[in-house]
């Protein structure tokens, strides 16, 4: 089993709506979790850490559910720009990072 | 601005030869980290290090090697490039652990 899973979609959805993705990871011991986004043939960018508490940034809400092992982040009233791929990344003990492969968004007009 | 860069951004290469790509981060860093990006198997950690001297195989490390002969440089070197090792290949770097990860623009590499 893979260390992060997660749906690698394409999700396609109309601009405003709320689209939410999940991310099992299987490490009990990981530490802090993050949310990066990354555009077609670009580098992946910090959108969100995920705190147990959960917490907001404008549209996007990131969650934390230890016991089931998972994140989640939502997304409210869908852009155009949202459009990308979002990767979910745990950190163990150590400092690296390791990710999912993944998931593709898409909003359309 | 701090940032961190990577060199080249695309390289095409021949199988059995030796290629080396260059990472430098002008943050002050301690922690960098090389990983491969691939369709269907996401971001792969190659090798990482914590310092000065210190390097460290990750998940997919066969074929490659790192050295860390000052904070800001962590170069990757394929000793005989092979076609599997076609992909783009991010450098990163983080100050300490918690601490946020940064990613360079990538290196397209391919090998013929």
New interface residues.
């Given amino acids: 089993r893979k260390e992060v899973e997660q749906d690698p979609g394409p999700f396609n959805v109309p601009e405003g709506a709320t689209v939410a993705f999940n991310c099992t990871y299987s490490n009990s011991a990981s530490q802090s979790f993050f949310w990066y986004r990354q555009d077609c043939r670009k580098e992946p960018k910090l959108l969100m850490s995920v705190y147990s508490s959960g917490n907001e940034d404008g549209r996007f809400t990131a969650q934390l559910n230890r016991a089931s092992q998972y994140i989640s982040l939502l997304i409210r009233d869908s852009k155009l720009s949202d459009s990308a791929t979002y990767l979910c990344g745990e950190r163990g003990t150590a400092s690296k990072l390791t990710f999912g492969t993944g998931t593709r968004l898409q909003v359309t007009l | 601005d701090a940032e961190i860069t990577q060199s080249p951004r695309h390289k095409i290469t021949e199988t059995g030869r030796q290629v080396t790509l260059a990472c430098h981060q002008t943050w002050n860093h301690n ?1 960098m ?1 090389w ?1 491969r990006q691939d369709l ?4 792969r ?1 190659i090798h ?1 290090s ?1 310092g000065v001297q210190d390097t460290n195989k ?1 998940e997919v490390s066969d074929g490659y090697s790192v050295s860390r002969s000052n904070t800001e440089d962590l170069p990757l070197t394929l000793e005989s490039a092979a076609s599997s090792q076609t992909s783009v290949y ?1 450098c990163a770097s ?1 100050a ?3 601490n ?7 290196s397209w590499l391919t090998v013929v």
């Fill in positions: 922690n980290f990983y269907g198997h996401g971001l950690l990482y914590y990750g991010f983080s300490n652990s918690g946020t990860i940064y990613f360079g623009e990538g």
